[in-house]
């Protein structure tokens, strides 16, 4: 089970999570490689269960060709370009680029995609309310609060992350919903 990153900082991960009008991204640096500054952008857990299937037993070369996969899928450029347009463009870099890219996408992945089969739900959540309670998300963290709708006739509101997000409900990632239940979890 995937746990929250011990390098970034509670409150750094709560606003990567919740990332308005698009999915979170993390800036990685490839300048070494001759790449300039990418981004690589979190998948919903159903995208990434369609490359790899929770308990699929994977041998090396498949485990290769997941990682290929991942890169192709959520790595882009500032302008939102894809900055592989295909598998065999990445198939193309000399072996030990792809392997210090793959690297790099692996370690961002694990800070914005968190999943909801595959991560430690109580840790996350932990982690993301300590950041949606630090001072500086005061004004994000009483955004996703706000983003109810009273239920007219009761006392009761109803959540709702794609007024929030403005976004679907169904492109919001696990990640980005992981951040938006721990803040409202503070609305007390």
């Given at each position: 089970?995937?746990?929250?990153?011990?390098?970034?900082?509670?409150?750094?991960?709560?606003?990567?999570?919740?990332?308005?009008?698009?999915r979170?991204?993390?800036?990685?640096?490839?300048?070494?490689?001759?790449?300039?500054?990418?981004?690589?952008?979190?998948?919903?857990?159903?995208?990434?269960?369609?490359?790899?299937?929770?308990?699929?037993?994977?041998?090396?070369?498949?485990?290769?060709?997941?990682?290929?996969?991942?890169?192709?899928?959520?790595?882009?450029?500032?302008?939102?370009?894809?900055?592989?347009?295909?598998?065999?463009?990445?198939?193309?870099?000399?072996?030990?680029?792809?392997?210090?890219?793959?690297?790099?996408?692996?370690?961002?992945?694990?800070?914005?995609a968190?999943?909801?089969?595959?991560?430690?739900?109580?840790?996350?959540?932990?982690?993301?309310?300590?950041?949606?309670?630090?001072?500086?998300?005061?004004a994000?963290?009483?955004?996703?609060?706000?983003?109810?709708?009273?239920?007219?006739?009761?006392?009761?509101?109803?959540?709702?992350?794609?007024?929030?997000?403005?976004?679907?409900?169904?492109?919001i990632?696990?990640?980005?919903?992981?951040?938006?239940?721990?803040?409202?979890?503070?609305?007390?």
């Amino acid at each position: 089970m995937r746990t929250p990153p011990k390098d970034v900082s509670p409150a750094q991960l709560f606003r990567t999570l919740c990332s308005v009008a698009r999915r979170p991204r993390w800036r990685v640096s490839l300048v070494s490689l001759g790449l300039p500054d990418l981004v690589v952008e979190g998948l919903a857990g159903h995208e990434i269960e369609e490359i790899i299937p929770i308990g699929e037993h994977m041998d090396e070369q498949r485990q290769d060709v997941v990682l290929d996969e991942l890169v192709v899928r959520c790595l882009r450029n500032l302008d939102d370009s894809p900055a592989f347009s295909s598998l065999s463009q990445f198939g193309c870099a000399p072996y030990e680029d792809a392997l210090a890219i793959s690297n790099e996408v692996f370690r961002a992945l694990c800070i914005v995609a968190p999943i909801y089969g595959r991560s430690d739900l109580k840790a996350w959540h932990g982690v993301l309310r300590e950041g949606a309670l630090h001072p500086s998300n005061y004004a994000l963290r009483r955004a996703v609060i706000e983003s109810a709708t009273h239920l007219s006739m009761t006392a009761h509101f109803q959540p709702q992350p794609d007024r929030f997000f403005g976004m679907p409900m169904g492109y919001i990632t696990d990640g980005q919903w992981l951040a938006f239940d721990a803040a409202w979890s503070t609305k007390g």
